[in-house]
Nanobody
Framework: VQLQAFGGGLVQAGGSLRLSCEAS????????MAWFRQAPGKEGEFVAA????????SYADSVKGRFTISRDNAKNTVYLQMNSLKPEDTAGYYC???????????WGQGTQVTVSS
């Protein structure tokens, strides 16, 4: 599975961005798709995940109510709608996929999100 993330950029605090991650290859291994992020000097952290049917989602407490994960299986794409962005959301955002929740064997390159105060 190859994952390609798009949509990062520079936005002011309170603004919105939508990230996209397109999967190609053996997309049967994209039952679960997730977003993680890593800020400079910090450990990577889980952001959100969604299962194949979109019947189950999971969010980090820090983004609940502000971020929404969704997917379009016809396009093999997962999205992360980010609203009410804060400077602390600044990070490289990475998409990942796997068969089981929490077990992501495939990772894409990051897309940078920078939130100015």
């Amino acid at each position: 599975v190859q994952l390609q993330a798009f949509g990062g950029g520079l936005v002011q605090a309170g603004g919105s961005l939508r990230l996209s991650c397109e999967a190609s290859g053996r997309t049967v291994r994209t039952n679960w798709m997730a977003w993680f992020r890593q800020a400079p000097g910090k450990e990577g952290e889980f952001v959100a995940a969604i299962n194949w049917s979109s019947s189950s989602t999971s969010y980090a407490d820090s983004v609940k109510g502000r971020f929404t994960i969704s997917r379009d299986n016809a396009k093999n794409t997962v999205y992360l709608q980010m609203n009410s962005l804060k400077p602390e959301d600044t990070a490289g955002y990475y998409c990942a996929s796997g068969t089981f929740f929490g077990d992501y064997g495939y990772w894409g390159q990051g897309t940078q999100v920078t939130v100015s105060s």
